[in-house]
Every structure is written in C-alpha cells, then in structure tokens.
C-alpha cells in the first residue's frame, strides 16, 4: 500500500500527487485547445505582463506542459511582454513538491525569458490578484471543493448519495460557492480577460466521476466506510464526519451564472463562451484491460483514490484516538478497497466526468 501521510488538513492532496493521478493530466491536456483559442481571443495589451493563474494547482506537475505551452503561446503573440504565472492553492497546499516542479532544473518553465513564477497560498474564495490584472484565469479538478461542509451526510460519504434536506444543504453551498468564485474572478480579470475552468460535475446523463458504468465508486466508498461502523472500528459520530465537502453542478447550474442578466456575476461582465462535458477513461482500468493482472490493477489504483480522501477520512476519526490509531484505521480502510478490487476487480475504475468552460470578461 502507499503509505503517503497527509495530516489531517480537511481536503489536502496525499503527497505525490501528480504521480498518482495520471487521469487528471489527461483532462488538463484536452484543455489545451480550448486554452490556446482563449488566448488568441485576448486583446493586445501593453504597458503590463501577460498574467496567468492556475487556481488549485496541488503540486503543478499535471499542468505543467499547459502551462509551458500557453505562456509560449502569449509569448508568440506579443514577443517584447513579460510573462506573469501564478500558481494558487490554499494554504495546506505542498507548496515544496509545487516549487520543486515548476522552478527546477527541468521544468519547462525555467528556460522562458522574463517569466516570473509566483506562488498564491489564497484560496480561490477570495480575491487573488489586483483587480483588472488577470488575462488567462485556468482552473482544473478543484472547484468542487466547497468552502465549507454544508451537512453531515447521514447514510452516504458524498452528496451524489444524498437526499431531502441533506442533498438541498449541498445544493444551497454549491450554488452560493460557485457564484462566489466567479465573483472574485469578474474583479481579476482584465477586460477581455478569459477563463478556462474544467471542473467536476454531472453530465447530461446523470454520470459523474467513477460513476459512468461498473461499481459506482462512491458506493464503494460508503460501503466499506459502513462496514467499519458495523464492525465496531469506528463510532457512529465518525461515520457521519465522513461527509466529502463537495457539490457536482450540473451544466445548467455551472451556467445559470453567466447566462442569467438578473444574476451578480453576469452583470459584472462574465459571459459564457463555451461549455462542453467530458468523459476521461479511468487510465488504471485501461491498463487493467491490457495487463490482466487484477494484484497489480488494485495496487495501482488505489493510490489515486486515496490522494484526494485520506484527508477526510483522516479528519472524521475522533481527536480523542491517538494518532497511531488514526493511521492504523486509515491504512485498514485503503487496504480493504484494494483487496476489494483485487479480488473482484471487473467494473471497478474512475472515469473523470468534467464540464470544461470558457468564461470571457466584457468590458
Ligand atoms: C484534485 S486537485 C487538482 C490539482 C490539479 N489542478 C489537477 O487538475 O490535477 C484539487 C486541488 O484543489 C485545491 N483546492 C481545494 N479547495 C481550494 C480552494 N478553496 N482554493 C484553492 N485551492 C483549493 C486542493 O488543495 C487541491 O490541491
């Protein structure tokens, strides 16, 4: 097992993270078109660097050949301006793994003239960059994450499983967090400034990720979660802790904000271009369908699972436990799913679901 050991920071990313999540370079990569016509569609400006962010970046390493390409990119159209990137997180972020991949020896970044990298411990609930200075605003895999836990969820670990009251508490946080960011987006933004945001969400189809075919993913989650309860590992309280603090939108919910006139951030200028939904294949399951070899599929997929949950399920096992047997449980709980798969491995997987967006500011 991966015995990576994020503590209990609510939603940090396990250490590694872009080795375990090769899926989720995949999903960056198929944005670059959407991200090279954003650029194209910027207007000349002069007098300021061309300024980027990537909000949520976890350790930069699935972004990174984006990165490169789009400010090669601005670099191209208008070769006598600097180039500005900032990476953001929040403040739990590996801010160290982030700095190793992006100013290193063989980042692909470090051999563009007059490109200045940044780093951003602000979340991207609040403002991040002066107001009217943002040209390219990228965002991947991470505004599901909600600013807070609206409920605890009382017989599911995610609001995909969540009904009544407990569902419109997650309804309510998502809708009122995703006009936020967009709100503090409008302020950055330049005139004419674009965003590019590929976020988790539901598709047309009701899919969402590890939810497309096969073992829904989330359940799987539950389950095993459920078993621990019924066994007697872990307490009631600590079940019900273990609520994700996410929403998936929908395509009309991601919308509404951009395309309703009555709405704060349509009238701050935030315009629709562009939305599309997108399913990338789980690629551990992929390679499952090649190797045949259930002991190695398990060992492999287990760790991108794990990357974006320990923490979570870190967090919901009561302060009272001593930190050994935190961990104890954690490991117990990853081993489970991974002996699950291993000895049923069929329909297991996680396809990304994502609805990619380009967001254009007027003015
Ligand atoms: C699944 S990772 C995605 C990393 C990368 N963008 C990618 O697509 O591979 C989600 C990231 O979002 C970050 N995140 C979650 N909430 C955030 C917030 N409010 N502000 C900034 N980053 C946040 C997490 O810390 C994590 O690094």
């Given at each position: 097992?991966?015995?990576?050991?994020?503590?209990?920071?609510?939603?940090?990313m396990?250490?590694?993270y872009?080795?375990?999540t090769?899926?989720?370079?995949?999903?960056?990569?198929?944005?670059?078109?959407?991200?090279?016509?954003?650029?194209?569609?910027l207007?000349?400006?002069?007098?300021?660097?061309?300024?980027?962010?990537?909000?949520?970046?976890?350790?930069?390493?699935?972004?990174?050949?984006?990165?490169?390409?789009?400010?090669g990119m601005?670099?191209?159209?208008?070769p006598?301006?600097?180039?500005?990137?900032?990476?953001?997180?929040?403040?739990?972020?590996?801010?160290?793994?982030?700095?190793?991949?992006?100013?290193?020896?063989?980042?692909?970044?470090?051999?563009?003239?007059?490109?200045?990298?940044?780093?951003?411990?602000?979340?991207?609930?609040?403002q991040?960059?002066?107001?009217?200075?943002?040209?390219?605003?990228?965002?991947?895999?991470?505004?599901?994450?909600?600013?807070?836990?609206?409920?605890?969820?009382?017989?599911?670990?995610?609001?995909?499983?969540?009904?009544?009251?407990?569902?419109?508490?997650?309804?309510?946080?998502?809708h009122?967090?995703?006009?936020?960011?967009?709100?503090?987006?409008?302020?950055?933004?330049?005139?004419?400034?674009?965003l590019?945001?590929?976020?988790?969400?539901?598709?047309?189809?009701?899919?969402?990720?590890?939810?497309t075919?096969g073992?829904?993913?989330?359940?799987?989650?539950?389950?095993?979660?459920?078993?621990?309860?019924?066994?007697?590992?872990?307490?009631?309280d600590?079940?019900r802790?273990?609520?994700?603090?996410?929403?998936?939108?929908?395509v009309?919910?991601f919308?509404?904000?951009?395309?309703?006139?009555?709405?704060?951030a349509?009238?701050?200028?935030?315009?629709l271009?562009?939305?599309?939904?997108r399913?990338?294949?789980?690629?551990?399951?992929?390679?499952?369908?090649?190797?045949?070899?259930?002991?190695?599929f398990?060992?492999?997929?287990?760790p991108?699972?794990?990357?974006?949950?320990?923490?979570?399920?870190?967090?919901?096992?009561?302060p009272?436990?001593?930190?050994?047997?935190?961990?104890?449980?954690?490991?117990?709980?990853?081993?489970?799913y991974?002996?699950?798969?291993?000895?049923?491995?069929?329909?297991?997987?996680?396809?990304?679901?994502?609805?990619?967006?380009?967001v254009?500011?007027?003015?």
């Amino acid at each position: 097992m991966n015995r990576a050991t994020a503590e209990a920071d609510h939603i940090s990313m396990a250490g590694g993270y872009s080795l375990a999540t090769r899926g989720a370079k995949h999903v960056i990569d198929h944005a670059l078109p959407r991200v090279r016509a954003a650029i194209e569609a910027l207007p000349l400006a002069e007098g300021r660097p061309f300024v980027m962010s990537d909000m949520g970046t976890a350790d930069g390493g699935t972004s990174l050949s984006m990165v490169a390409d789009a400010l090669g990119m601005a670099r191209a159209r208008q070769p006598a301006r600097g180039l500005w990137m900032v990476y953001c997180d929040q403040q739990g972020n590996d801010y160290n793994t982030l700095a190793g991949n992006v100013y290193g020896e063989d980042s692909p970044l470090s051999g563009i003239a007059d490109c200045h990298v940044t780093m951003s411990a602000t979340s991207f609930y609040r403002q991040i960059l002066p107001a009217g200075s943002l040209d390219l605003g990228f965002s991947a895999t991470a505004m599901h994450w909600l600013s807070r836990k609206p409920a605890d969820i009382s017989d599911h670990v995610h609001m995909t499983g969540a009904s009544g009251l407990e569902l419109a508490a997650f309804r309510d946080q998502g809708h009122r967090d995703w006009r936020t960011i967009l709100l503090h987006r409008a302020t950055e933004l330049a005139p004419g400034g674009r965003l590019v945001l590929v976020n988790f969400g539901k598709d047309e189809e009701g899919r969402y990720l590890g939810n497309t075919e096969g073992v829904p993913m989330f359940d799987s989650f539950n389950a095993l979660w459920q078993s621990f309860l019924d066994e007697g590992q872990i307490t009631a309280d600590e079940y019900r802790a273990m609520t994700l603090p996410q929403y998936y939108n929908t395509v009309e919910e991601f919308s509404a904000p951009l395309t309703d006139p009555s709405e704060p951030a349509y009238q701050a200028g935030l315009r629709l271009e562009a939305i599309e939904t997108r399913v990338t294949p789980c690629p551990y399951r992929l390679a499952f369908e090649g190797h045949g070899d259930a002991s190695r599929f398990a060992r492999e997929y287990i760790p991108t699972l794990r990357s974006w949950t320990q923490s979570t399920f870190h967090g919901a096992l009561s302060p009272t436990r001593t930190a050994d047997e935190r961990r104890a449980l954690i490991e117990a709980y990853y081993y489970d799913y991974e002996r699950m798969v291993r000895q049923a491995p069929s329909g297991h997987g996680m396809d990304y679901v994502h609805i990619y967006m380009t967001v254009r500011k007027d003015g």
